[in-house]
């Protein structure tokens, strides 16, 4: 198993349709669930299966991609905080687990976010977020967030 049977080693040009940006290391997508608006997921661009094979260089990439992140999901969409995880859990459902480092990233809001006319509540703020929640904007209005937060990325 390698980078030929990796799917995020091969995605589509509809996926990366929600790509915000990308550096050397790593690519930033605005993830298809919009459960907590702006969630992004974090890719790394080479084929590696864990943390704990990060090159050196990779890890300073990624705190920098960290903190852009952070600094224009508060300046741009009010986020409090950020919540990260990396799980990686799903890889391994096969018996042949082929896994490809990625993080997914929430931001958490004390106050409504509003977009246009709409207010979108965090309702589990201050607690783990819900794995269950429901994705509460369309496709329009992920359009308007992507617009947003694209925008920021391309000043930096
Ligand atoms: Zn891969």
Redesign the pocket.
Known sequence: M??DE?????LTAKDKQWLLYETVFWDIYLADKQDYVGRCILVLK???DSFMHLEDDEWQDLKFVIDITEKIMREVLGAELCNWSCLMNDFYKKSNP?P?LHIHMRPRYRKPVQLGQKLFYDSEFGHHYDNQKQVQISAEEMEIVFGKLRAAFDKL
């Open positions: 390698g980078i990796c799917e995020w080693c091969n080479r084929h590696c082929n490809h």
